[in-house]
């Protein structure tokens, strides 16, 4: 540590899925601002210890990341402030609560119907079925917006839908909220280098908004699924603006648990293989690296 690393101006919240890296990346785009797209959260926010251990155990995820600590990535770049996003996040509320005098939060809040369609279409293991999505959709947002209501002054709770819509708007809207000048460069996030790996997973941050993202999932899902995705969500999607556009869908008992059992069979076996997957193209990676000869 080379010296006192100062708290986050900013940590961005939001379920996996939501629209949490395309708005890191547009905010990252701003001159002043640096935001770390993912961090190791179960080694930086253990809920006893304080909030000065945090931000040491954050610096050193920084730097295994950028070979550079917080300092320097803020001094080579010329950025003023920090931030961390991570949708994990929403399991650490508590130890967050230790930054709610000196930090700011942004929770970003999209449709369930959108949030689990990608959750089946991705097959990360996150939600396998309608039922299992939504019914973790509702678990985390609940919490998200339970924590905002906590602390309303330090959090702003955007939509996706609304920022892909009118970016200008949202992003006035969350400069204000940081007390931070609005930077037009946001607005050209896709002509500016990602500060993260980029991937399938996270193509569109690549590209202007895009409309389309919002509605995808009226073509993807079927109107039962939206039924029951309506039935579990159904306070939570309303509490947040969202219109149900086709009436709740109680799945019976018997269908419940064949969705539930098809969560731990299938989800597991998604987890699995996404994690051979990653562990494959690291071994290729390392393997490509020219070895050193020892004379």
Not at 211 to 218: F, G, M, Q, S, V
């Amino acid at each position: 540590m080379y010296m006192t690393v100062s708290s986050p101006l900013l940590f961005i919240l939001g379920t996996q899925r939501a629209g949490t890296t395309l708005l890191t990346r547009a905010l990252s785009a701003h001159k002043d601002l640096f935001i770390q797209n993912e961090i190791s959260v179960e080694q930086v926010f253990p809920e006893k210890i304080d909030a000065s251990a945090m931000l040491d155990a954050m610096d050193t995820q920084i730097l295994k990341r950028h070979k550079q600590n917080i300092n320097q990535i803020m001094l080579s770049q010329k950025k003023q402030y920090w931030g961390i996003k991570d949708p994990e996040l929403t399991d650490h509320l508590s130890a967050l609560e230790k930054f709610s005098t000196l930090s700011k939060f942004i929770i970003i809040v999209r449709d369930a119907r959108g949030v689990v369609n990608s959750y089946i279409d991705n097959r990360w293991g996150l939600g396998t079925n309608a039922y299992t999505g939504a019914k973790r959709w509702k678990m985390e947002v609940d919490k998200q917006i339970a924590f905002a209501k906590k602390f309303p002054e330090q959090t702003l709770v955007i939509r996706f839908e609304d920022f892909i819509s009118d970016m200008e708007h949202s992003l006035r809207q969350i400069c204000f909220h940081l007390d931070i000048v609005f930077d037009e460069t946001m607005l050209k996030y896709n002509k500016k280098e990602a500060q993260f790996k980029e991937n399938a997973s996270n193509i569109n941050t690549k590209k202007p908004p895009d409309l389309r993202l919002a509605t995808k999932w009226e073509n993807k899902l079927s109107s039962r699924q939206i039924g029951i995705i309506n039935f579990v969500a159904q306070d939570t999607l309303k509490s947040q603006g969202y219109d149900l556009s086709i009436p709740p869908l109680k799945p019976s008992f018997y269908e419940s648990l064949y969705y539930k059992m098809h969560q731990q069979i299938v989800g597991e076996l998604q987890l699995q293989w996404q994690w051979r997957k990653a562990r494959y193209k690291s071994f290729k990676k390392n393997s490509k690296q020219p070895s050193i000869r020892i004379k």
